[in-house]
Every structure is written in structure tokens, then in C-alpha cells.
């Protein structure tokens, strides 16, 4: 009997560290001894850099450009400790749907049944997050996905990102949709970055799986073209990431989130920012006063 293949997807703003975060849980869950295919659908195409010395791969739209029939094998690179690497790619800018390349590669591989044929334990797609477009939410809507987590900081473009997301989740989630797992804490250095992440998941109803700070390791690494998994694998940056990988590994049951309304969010974000200015100023108000 075929096992059961774990897919898997990350979402987020750009530029909030999806790609980071998702190549070093696919590192890290290849270190454990799963197989695993890292599915780049960001227009941006460089999902993938850091398990490939940071080396960019053809993409599949790229590559379809080229001869209108292709194999799997084609756009299937082989990366860090035999993580299978491909990227969806995107259109030329300005033309057509950003989201083109997650569904034309999607149904590519399963049509060619290439998760079955590799004995793949685990999925991931890295998916731009922050574009309201169909395409993107393909990983969840036709539940190709299972479970779906969100990177996010605490700043408020990130968590806005994050709530509109499960809005999608929470739209798609009668008919078979994929659920939410959770969120990914990114560059959590500061303790009102953590209190105000913690709040967030409190008021969607979901959890933290990982607080991640940001770290120089990260950086140097990436320089090197390499995950911090690769690079510097006995770091804390490294333990974290683990952590995190068998958490996911681990993780069974996803939830729909409650998004807040934009009003709700707008509102819990301006408290959050009066906290911070008393904070920043010294003055504290007592709770009721705070409006918090
Ligand atoms: P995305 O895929 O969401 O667009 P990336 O993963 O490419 O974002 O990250 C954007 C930049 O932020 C990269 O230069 C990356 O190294 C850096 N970065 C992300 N997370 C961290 C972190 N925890 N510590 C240090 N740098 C980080
Ligand atoms: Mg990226």
C-alpha cells in the first residue's frame, strides 16, 4: 500500500521569511530521514536557492515556454541531502495570473503521479501569501494541501497577510478546503513581538508552532547560498528549526481559524499601538484607561 504523502503549505507576505523558514524545515525533516519535495510557487522563483548552493532552477513555466509537453524529470532538481526542488514560476510581469504556475505545475505532477513514484513522505509549497488571486490559493482550495501555516512577524502588513489568509481558509473550508496548523513566529527578538503574535493567534484561534528569532546565523548562511540547517547546523538557529520540523512532522489536526473582520483588525491594531507608545514613553495607564 502507498503511504500516505504529508503535503504541506506555507504562507505569508513577501519578504517575511517563507522561503528561509521553508527550506530549513525541509532540511531539517530530510535530516530526520523523511523524503521531501520543496514546491516553490512564488513568481519570484528562488524558493529553493538555499538547498542548491544558491542556484537558481529552470522553472516550470519557464520550461514550458520552451516545448509545449515536458516531464516531471525536467523541472525536478535535486537539492540539499536529496530534497527533490522545483519552482512553479509566473508570467512574465505585468502578464496574466501570478498564480498560473502553481496550477499548471500542480497538474503536471499529478498527472504523472510523481509524489507516488518517488515514495515522497513529504510535500511543502512555499506560497506567496499577500496577492488576492485565485491562483494562490489553489494549495488550499482544491485540497491539495492538507494543512496550511502562516509566517508572520509582528508587524502589521505581515499579520494583516496572515488574517486574510484565513479568511481564504475559513472560505474554502466547506468544501474540502485545507485547514490551518498554525503560526510560524518569525523574527520574534523583541517580548511585545511575542506578546503581540500571541495575541493575534488568541483572537483567530489558532496556535504558535515556533517563536523564530531573527538571527545573524540566518544571514551568513544565506551568503553562503546554504540553509542555517546546512550551514551551521549545531547552531540554536538550527535546534529551533528542528523543533519546528517535528512539530509539523507531528502535527495532525488543523482547525479553521477565526479571521477578524477589518474593522475588528484595525481596531486591535491601533491598541496595540497605544501600548506600545506608553511603553516607548514610560507612562502606564492603568487597564481600563489603556482601552485594552
Ligand atoms: P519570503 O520567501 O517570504 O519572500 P525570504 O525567506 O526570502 O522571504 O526572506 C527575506 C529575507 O529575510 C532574506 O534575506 C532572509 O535571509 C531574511 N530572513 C528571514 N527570516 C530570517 C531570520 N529568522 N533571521 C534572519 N534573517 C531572516
Ligand atoms: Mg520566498
Not at 510557487?41 to 548552493?53: G, Q, V, Y
Not at 506567496?128 to 482544491?142: K, M, N, S, Y
Not at 492538507?146 to 479568511?167: G, I, K, W
Not at 496548523?181 to 518569525?186: D, E, L, M, Q, S
Request: glycine fraction near 10%; hydrophobic fraction near 40%.
Amino acid at each position: 500500500m502507498a503511504k500516505k504523502i504529508k503535503q504541506i503549505a506555507i504562507y505569508g507576505k513577501g519578504g517575511i521569511g517563507k522561503s528561509t523558514t521553508t527550506s530549513n524545515i525541509s532540511a531539517a525533516l530530510s535530516k530526520l530521514g523523511y523524503k521531501v519535495m520543496q514546491f516553490g510557487c512564488d513568481p519570484k522563483s528562488d524558493s529553493t536557492n538555499t538547498l542548491r548552493n544558491g542556484e537558481y532552477i529552470p522553472t516550470v513555466l519557464d520550461t514550458l515556454r520552451e516545448k509545449s509537453t515536458i516531464k516531471a524529470s525536467e523541472v525536478l532538481f535535486e537539492g540539499y541531502n536529496g530534497i527533490y526542488c522545483v519552482e512553479a514560476g509566473g508570467p512574465a510581469p505585468g502578464v496574466g495570473c501570478a498564480g498560473r504556475g502553481i496550477i499548471t505545475a500542480v497538474q503536471l505532477f499529478k498527472q504523472q503521479h510523481v509524489f507516488e513514484d518517488l515514495n515522497i513522505d513529504f510535500v511543502i509549497y512555499d506560497v506567496l501569501g499577500d496577492v488576492v488571486c485565485g491562483g494562490f490559493a489553489v494549495p488550499i482550495r482544491e485540497g491539495i494541501a492538507e494543512h496550511v501555516f502562516t509566517v508572520s512577524s509582528a508587524d502589521f502588513m505581515s499579520v494583516y497577510a496572515s488574517n486574510n489568509l484565513f479568511r481564504g481558509i475559513q472560505k474554502y473550508s466547506n468544501a474540502g478546503g485545507a485547514l490551518l496548523g498554525g503560526v510560524i513566529a518569525n523574527s520574534i527578538n523583541q517580548p511585545y513581538s511575542k506578546d503581540i503574535i500571541d495575541d493575534f493567534a488568541a483572537r483567530t484561534n489558532t496556535q504558535i508552532m515556533q517563536y523564530v528569532p531573527r538571527s545573524v546565523t540566518v544571514t551568513q548562511s544565506e551568503l553562503q547560498g546554504k540553509t542555517t540547517i546546512e550551514a551551521a547546523p549545531e547552531s540554536a538557529q538550527a535546534k529551533i528549526y528542528t523543533e519546528l520540523a517535528i512539530r509539523i512532522a507531528e502535527h495532525e489536526k488543523s482547525a479553521i481559524p477565526s479571521p477578524m473582520g477589518v474593522t475588528e483588525l484595525r481596531e486591535w491594531a491601533a491598541s496595540w499601538g497605544n501600548q506600545l507608545l506608553q511603553l516607548e514613553s514610560g507612562v502606564v495607564l492603568g487597564g481600563n484607561q489603556a482601552g485594552i
